[in-house]
């Protein structure tokens, strides 16, 4: 079946560091990707996605590239802010569609001024 | 422009009730999803709706679960005889199937707490 691999949190920065977080995934045919931030007190929202290999996604300074060959999505970030304090969810669709996500379990990100 | 709403957002039960937790889904969107997100089992699925097809219930973890989606719009979770570990946070998203914008908005959620 499918699944979702991410780190395991709390990662803990200073403003203006450089951030990464890791994804894989195990899916078969093509899936698409997609990262979901939850900041305190909110909902789930979308961040930024990917529907096929190669592809990069971006949003708010954030992005992803879709690689297949290491079937991995890792989010990267170039300087923190104290903002960006949340819960990002790496999750994947079996296709690119209408679909139900598989999500990672979840790493809390803490940016300290 | 609303977006998913979902109520209660706050529910305290005993151990054995009979609970529903309700879903408004974006006006106009016909795919209607359920999450279930606690501590221990991260964010799962739960069950899916997609306008007047059979619902996808593959991801309900027993048959005290159930939901239904009346008039493709509103939905309803039903969880029978509550147990401790149906305690979560229960998210519902919905995407619309027009066009390639198929993303999911998900609502607030609804604490549950069974005591």
């Known amino acids: 079946g499918n699944s979702v691999t991410q780190m395991e949190g709390p990662v803990t920065l200073s403003e203006e560091a450089f951030l990464t977080i890791n994804c894989t995934y195990t899916a078969t045919g093509y899936p698409s990707l997609f990262w979901y931030v939850q900041y305190p007190g909110e909902g789930l929202q979308l961040l930024l996605k990917?529907?096929?290999?190669?592809d990069k996604g971006s949003n708010k300074g954030f992005e992803a590239t879709y690689r297949k060959e290491t079937t991995s999505f890792h989010l990267e970030k170039g300087s923190v802010q104290v903002s960006d304090s949340a819960v990002y969810f790496c999750?994947?669709?079996?296709?690119?569609?209408?679909?139900?996500?598989?999500f990672g379990k979840g790493t809390m990100l803490l940016v300290s001024p | 422009g609303a977006g998913v709403s979902q109520s209660p957002s706050n529910k305290v039960t005993e151990k054995g009730k009979d609970v529903e937790l309700r879903c408004d889904p974006i006006s106009g969107h016909t795919a209607l999803y359920w999450y279930r997100q606690s501590l221990g089992q991260g964010l799962e699925f739960l069950i899916y709706f997609q306008g007047n097809s059979a619902p996808d219930k593959s991801g309900l973890p027993s048959d005290r679960f159930s939901a239904e989606r009346t008039g493709g719009s509103v939905s309803t979770l039903t969880i029978q005889r509550t147990q401790q570990e149906d305690s979560a946070v229960y998210l519902c998203?919905?995407?619309?199937?027009?066009?390639?914008?198929?993303?999911?908005?998900f609502g607030p959620g609804t604490r549950l707490t069974v005591t």
């Open positions: 998203a919905s995407s619309s199937t027009r066009g390639a914008d198929y993303e999911q908005y």
């Open positions: 990917a529907t096929k290999a190669d």
């Open positions: 999750a994947l669709s079996p296709y690119s569609g209408y679909s139900t996500l598989t």
